[in-house]
Nanobody
Framework: QVSLVESGGGLVQAGDSLRLSCVAS????????MRWFRQAPGKERQFVAA????????YYGDAMKARFTISRDNVKNTVYLQMNSLEPEDTAVYYC???????????WGQGTHVTVSS
């Protein structure tokens, strides 16, 4: 069982930056690939970014590739999402997800709200 707690969301203006954090506990963090998703009001949950267990490989949704950076610190059991040049369209609840290919288990955090004003 893994517990994920996101933080770092808030209200910012267009063009600003935010860094989201997701701290994991309860299992060996490096056993899990980590992903960020987001869900805007009235829309389906959308893939944002992913990082493999070692942190060497990263993947991004097309709309985020040039502005967002995912990273992880396996000592601190934390995955980060650096978001630059934020746009009002980035307004959403951002969720952290941990996935174990070994067990097929998925774990979700409670989400952190990001609001970008124009």
């Amino acid at each position: 069982q893994v517990s994920l707690v996101e933080s770092g969301g808030g209200l910012v203006q267009a063009g600003d930056s935010l860094r989201l954090s997701c701290v994991a506990s309860g299992d060996t963090f490096s056993n899990y690939a980590m992903r960020w998703f987001r869900q805007a009001p009235g829309k389906e949950r959308q893939f944002v970014a992913a990082i493999n267990r070692s942190g060497v490989h990263t993947y991004y949704g097309d709309a985020m590739k040039a502005r967002f950076t995912i990273s992880r610190d396996n000592v601190k059991n934390t995955v980060y999402l650096q978001m630059n040049s934020l746009e009002p369209e980035d307004t959403a609840v951002y969720y952290c997800n941990g996935y174990s290919a070994l067990t097929g288990s998925h774990y979700w955090g409670q989400g952190t709200h990001v609001t970008v004003s124009s």
